[in-house]
């Protein structure tokens, strides 16, 4: 399995860009998952009818560690009011009460993927993708895992401590979306050369990937 670690700031493309590499993936068949570390803190914030994917015996752990940041439930919509920080500071949290919960919850999603499977996982912090890297290739150490940004045009400053550090940390891979006049079609491009570069195996290096 290929696992890359995609990071950038809101509005860069990361989203859009995923949508073309699966795009152009199932058109070869090949399987492909975009998930992201938030999501499980996102699930965490709702009500708990909403906690589909947490651990039965994590609940009670996990309630507690939401009552010190919220007692509110977060409607899966709302971004004004600090959710956002909220978001950054129960990943905080998590990540120092149970360092290998989320990374658990992502590596989980991606088994029905297989081996020559691709997985792309959002992660902000410098700090928690290295701890992702070293979780996955502890346990899978065939698996390939690299890291890529994709840079937008130059966008404001957060607050927070989950987006004020993503420029400081030294990617394998670059995608370079700053020039918003080419269009979406200069996305897929990248999409493209993108796969071709860094998720075919040496057997299958001349497929044709045609743009949509």
């Known amino acids: 399995m290929r696992i890359f670690v995609i990071n950038g ?24 998952l975009h998930t992201s570390s938030i999501d499980p803190i996102k699930e965490i914030l709702k009500s708990e009818d909403n906690w589909i994917n947490i651990p039965e015996e994590a609940k009670g752990q996990l309630r507690a560690l939401k009552s010190r ?18 978001m950054s500071e129960l990943k905080a949290l998590i990540n120092e009460q149970f360092p290998n919960f989320i990374h658990e919850f992502c590596l989980k999603r991606s088994t029905e993927l297989g081996k020559d499977g691709i997985l792309f996982v959002d992660i902000r912090e410098p700090e ?14 065939d698996f390939e895992f690299k890291t890529l940004i994709v840079k937008g045009p130059p966008s404001k400053e957060y607050s927070n401590k989950s987006d004020r550090y993503v420029d400081e940390y030294v990617y394998d891979i670059e995608i370079d979306n700053t020039d918003r006049t080419a269009g979406l079609e200069s996305l897929q491009e990248l999409a493209q050369e993108f796969i071709t570069q ?15």
Request: net charge negative; aromatic share 12%.
């Open 128 to 141: 928690q993708i290295d701890a992702f890297k070293s979780y996955v290739l502890e346990i899978y150490p």
């Open 198 to 212: 860094h998720c075919l195996s040496e057997s299958d290096s001349e497929l044709d990937i045609p743009l949509s």
């Open 69 to 86: 940041i919220t007692t509110v439930d977060w409607d899966g919509e709302t971004k004004a009011n600090g959710w956002r920080d909220k």
């Open 9 to 32: 700031f809101a509005g860069a493309g990361k989203t859009t860009f995923g949508s073309f590499v699966k795009e152009h993936l199932l058109s070869q068949n090949r399987k492909f």
